[in-house]
């Protein structure tokens, strides 16, 4: 019982200190009333995307216990993957350390997870997924067509190497101008990029490591 006690505490203690860690990064601070809370979550529980994502952006840490229940309901009852990988976008936006490292850990999983995975950390923002992402600079995965069921290549989706997607969602998160940052509108897959961005992460990785969230 008391080991017990002891691993519930512990798990409490480190959200505690990923969301203290997140909030401080971040700067944010919580804006939504209690009674635009409980909106909010009655709308997530009607599988309502917008309020999903609007619960995630209200920087208030105090949401994580509620949407972790809706997260393991939805599990559950087998809804479909977009609306439970919102919910985990969701909770990541708070600083929830699982939902942060469940995504950094999707970059290295199968090409269509991974290209989730991506937009996901760029929306979530943070070190730890800037750092995450950064580090498949040097991924020589290749991109392409992606298997449909039967194993199949689709015709008509293809995804960018681990490398052009890193380059492309650093590109939408790093604000330092001295970033090699490319033009948004006209994305093009090309290795001159890659090895910029390579030079410029590998001068100043220090300042996007200090935070970690885990």
């Not at 290209?115 to 992402?133: K, L, P, R, S, T």
């Not at 194993?151 to 969602?169: F, K, M, N, S």
């Not at 604000?175 to 090895?195: G, H, N, T």
């Amino acid at each position: 019982m008391i080991r017990l006690y002891t691993k519930m505490f512990l798990a409490a203690l480190a959200v505690f200190i990923g969301v203290t860690i997140y909030a401080a990064e971040t700067n944010k601070t919580p804006s939504l009333t209690s009674q635009k809370k409980a909106e909010l979550l009655q709308r997530a529980s009607g599988n309502d995307f917008n309020a999903v994502s609007a619960l995630g952006e209200s920087a208030d840490p105090s949401l994580i216990p509620e949407l972790s229940r809706l997260l393991k309901e939805k599990k559950q009852t087998g809804i479909h993957p977009t609306y439970v990988r919102a919910i985990k976008r969701s909770l990541a936006m708070l600083g929830e350390p699982s939902a942060r490292k469940e995504i950094i850990e999707d970059l290295n999983r199968d090409a269509q997870t991974r290209y989730y995975a991506f937009e996901d950390a760029a929306v979530v923002g943070g070190n730890d997924m800037i750092a995450a992402i950064a580090s498949k600079l040097y991924d020589s995965t290749p991109g392409g067509r992606i298997p449909e069921s039967g194993g199949t290549l689709a015709r008509d989706v293809a995804l960018p190497a681990p490398r052009h997607a890193a380059v492309i969602e650093l590109s939408r998160m790093i604000k330092d101008p001295s970033a090699p940052i490319i033009d948004l509108k006209r994305i093009r897959y090309d290795e001159e990029s890659v090895k910029k961005w390579q030079k410029w992460w590998e001068a100043n990785s220090n300042k996007y490591q200090n935070v970690q969230i885990h």
